[in-house]
């Protein structure tokens, strides 16, 4: 008979639910709902903004946020990263993409959702 872990996984449980409970009290979360993910399977993440005052690309997105975390609204599935991880994701994962819609044309990265699993593994 096979003793029970029970005190091990009580253990885990609640170090896994004090992490939940800290994501949800955070205030600095940038959420994105990304209405395409499902037919492309990725997600866009924007790191250029063209500024037509000055005429020229700049900084965006994940390249100045100050939240700490991302949140991905994948049609009621929300998938919550911390904002440096993304960046190392997108750094290892992202492929550069220009998303040429006027009046706001960006640069960025695309991820799969996967990818940010597939991070925690390295």
């Known amino acids: 008979m096979a003793l029970s872990d029970f005190d091990l996984d009580l253990k885990a449980g609640q170090l896994g639910e004090a992490s939940v409970a800290n994501i949800l009290s955070i205030d600095t979360v940038e959420v994105k709902t990304d209405f395409k ?16 005052g000055r005429s020229a690309w700049g900084p965006s997105g ?6 700490t975390h991302w949140a991905f609204n994948l049609e ?7 904002t440096e991880t993304l960046k190392k994701v997108c750094e290892l994962f992202g492929r550069p ?18 990818d940010i699993l597939q991070y925690k593994k390295f």
């Open 37 to 52: 993910w499902k037919q492309t399977g990725n997600l866009y993440i924007e790191t250029e903004c063209w500024y037509n």
């Open 62 to 67: 994940l390249s100045v946020t100050k939240a």
């Open 76 to 82: 009621g599935i929300i998938v919550v990263v911390e």
């Open 97 to 114: 993409i220009e998303c040429n819609i006027e009046p706001n044309p960006t640069k960025g990265v695309l991820i799969r959702p996967e």
